[in-house]
């Protein structure tokens, strides 16, 4: 009987439409009311808003779906997203909100040229429609475990992203941030509880270590293996300078200090999710073993009372709202700002940017869902995925710390440079092969390397420079 995990989640989900209807009018205005929050967000909206950024569909299903085999080690996904967004509150937040721009493309174009910014929206869009289309995944799995008779694991993506959309549309990027303090909470309060009862039922975290298969690495911190723990940390540090959905938080919030508190609180909150649903994944390897292991989360969660499934569930289901609903506003930006108002209707009043703001996300999310359906491996799809940052992240940083060592064709250059890399590495065996065999086995390095003598040739054959970012303290 799943009727009470249902109904729990259902309320939750209108709840949210509620506290989203009461507060849209705070987005009022135009493009930046909408999709910005008329740059007002306080830290204690940032914080959350980031945590629920963070807290998606591979943070909480695909973690515990890697424990499920790799056992806890798979916790460090989480901490390495902690790292960077603690790196970019102490480095870049207060820097990102003075220079008062709407995208890194933007950005580009201000700085290098009109290439720049088409290319970097380009692979930005990418990069969101592959983030966004796992929470569909990690929504569909939730749903579909919650009643296997009615709903196959495409409705419950469908469903999923009719959710996502509905409150993306109503209440933009203020209502996004609101609602993710409820979210915040209820996703710690549903892990937090699925973990300590899941183990519980086992018999304690003893018995469940006695319990695992001889071949499970269980509490190995390090059994996924170092050059893997590595990668997602410099992923990680690498994606939160340069993703458009995690930089648009620092642009919109208050002032320097908003964004700086917000990303430091943040990146302590995101911390110890991890491990705690790789616990859920683990207990998942003794209580339903040879089950799909992407299901390892919610089908563990629904073994227990209905009260707590149903508590868990709209905690994980709070993950999945909280992620997907920054990251559509945040492709919807890129789209209005980038291609729209810079290329198309550059002299939009205010209705008209909302009302192409919301078709924005109608239409983005529509793409996600058809990406969405062919998407297996969560982590191991938006690791790669990531990939992409490294030029972005090269770029930004170079322009705000050493502009002086800049020039003019560099985000165009080295932007193509490193997405060519990335299909050079999905295409070619051998060059997999041979950084595996010097322990750097995932392409985040190459793509570095990359990108770093891509940035240097350039720095030697174009002598047009820059001229530096000048801000009004």
């Known amino acids: 009987m799943n009727w009470i995990p249902l109904t729990i989640v259902v309320v939750y989900i209108s709840l949210l439409y509620l506290f989203t209807w009461l507060t849209r009018r705070l987005s009022r205005g135009g493009m930046i009311g909408y999709l910005l929050a008329g740059r007002n967000l306080p830290y204690w909206v940032v914080a959350p808003l980031l945590t629920g950024l963070a807290i998606g569909g591979a943070s909480t299903i695909g973690v515990a779906e890697q424990a499920y085999n790799s056992g806890i080690s798979a916790g460090w996904y989480n901490a390495a997203w902690a790292a960077g967004a603690l790196l970019v509150g102490l480095v870049a937040a207060g820097r990102y909100r003075r220079m008062k721009v709407t995208t890194l493309p933007e950005l580009f174009e201000r700085h290098y040229n009109v290439s720049g910014r088409v290319i970097g929206v380009s692979?930005?869009?990418?990069?969101?429609?592959?983030?966004?289309?796992?929470?569909?995944?990690?929504?569909?799995?939730?749903?579909s475990s919650l009643l296997p008779d009615l709903i196959t694991f495409q409705t419950g993506m469908l469903i999923t992203a009719v959710a996502f959309v509905g409150i993306?549309?109503?209440?933009?990027?203020?209502?996004?941030?609101?609602?993710?303090?409820?979210?915040?909470?209820?996703?710690?309060?549903?892990?937090?509880?699925?973990?300590?009862?899941?183990?519980?039922?086992?018999?304690?975290?003893?018995?469940?270590?006695?319990?695992?298969?001889?071949?499970?690495?269980?509490?190995?911190?390090?059994?996924?293996?170092?050059?893997?723990?590595?990668?997602?940390?410099?992923?990680?540090?690498?994606?939160?300078?340069?993703?458009?959905?995690?930089v648009q938080i620092s642009f919109?919030?208050?002032?320097?200090?908003?964004?700086?508190?917000?990303?430091?609180?943040?990146?302590?909150?995101?911390?110890p999710i991890g491990f705690i649903s790789a616990m859920i994944g683990l207990a998942a390897t003794v209580l339903h073993p040879g089950i799909i292991p992407t299901e390892a989360l919610p089908r563990t969660v629904l073994s227990l009372s209905p009260l707590v499934a149903g508590l868990v569930l709209a905690g994980l289901w709070a993950a999945d709202v909280s992620t997907a609903s920054a990251l559509l506003v945040g492709s919807a930006t890129l789209v209005v700002g980038d291609i729209i108002k810079r290329f198309m209707a550059p002299n939009l009043g205010?209705?008209?940017?909302?009302?192409?703001?919301?078709?924005?996300?109608?239409?983005?999310?529509?793409?996600?869902?058809?990406?969405?359906?062919?998407?297996?491996?969560?982590?191991?799809?938006?690791?790669?995925?990531?990939?992409?940052?490294?030029?972005?992240?090269?770029?930004?940083?170079?322009?705000?710390?050493?502009?002086?060592?800049?020039?003019?064709?560099?985000?165009?250059?080295?932007?193509?440079?490193?997405?060519?890399?990335?299909?050079?590495?999905?295409?070619?065996?051998?060059?997999?092969?041979?950084?595996?065999?010097?322990?750097?086995?995932?392409?985040?390095?190459?793509?570095?390397?990359?990108?770093i003598v891509t940035f240097l040739l350039v720095a030697l054959l174009d002598k047009r420079k820059i001229e530096p970012i000048t801000v009004k303290r």
């Open 123 to 143: 692979g930005q869009l990418v990069l969101q429609l592959v983030i966004t289309s796992l929470q569909y995944v990690a929504g569909g799995a939730i749903l």
């Open 350 to 451: 205010e209705r008209e940017e909302r009302i192409i703001s919301r078709l924005a996300v109608l239409v983005l999310s529509i793409l996600t869902y058809l990406l969405a359906v062919s998407v297996s491996g969560i982590l191991k799809t938006l690791l790669i995925g990531l990939t992409l940052t490294t030029a972005y992240t090269l770029v930004t940083l170079m322009t705000i710390f050493l502009p002086r060592w800049c020039r003019k064709s560099h985000a165009t250059w080295t932007l193509l440079m490193a997405m060519a890399a990335l299909l050079c590495w999905l295409v070619s065996p051998p060059l997999r092969e041979f950084f595996s065999s010097i322990s750097l086995p995932h392409p985040i390095y190459f793509c570095w390397l990359v990108s």
């Open 168 to 246: 993306t549309l109503i209440g933009g990027f203020w209502a996004a941030g609101l609602t993710n303090i409820i979210n915040v909470i209820l996703i710690y309060t549903g892990v937090l509880v699925g973990a300590w009862m899941a183990v519980g039922k086992i018999g304690g975290p003893a018995e469940l270590i006695a319990r695992l298969p001889a071949e499970h690495p269980g509490l190995d911190p390090g059994a996924i293996g170092t050059g893997l723990i590595i990668a997602w940390f410099v992923v990680m540090c690498t994606t939160v300078f340069s993703v458009q959905s995690i």
């Open 252 to 271: 919109a919030a208050r002032d320097e200090s908003s964004a700086r508190k917000g990303f430091i609180l943040g990146g302590l909150l995101i911390l």
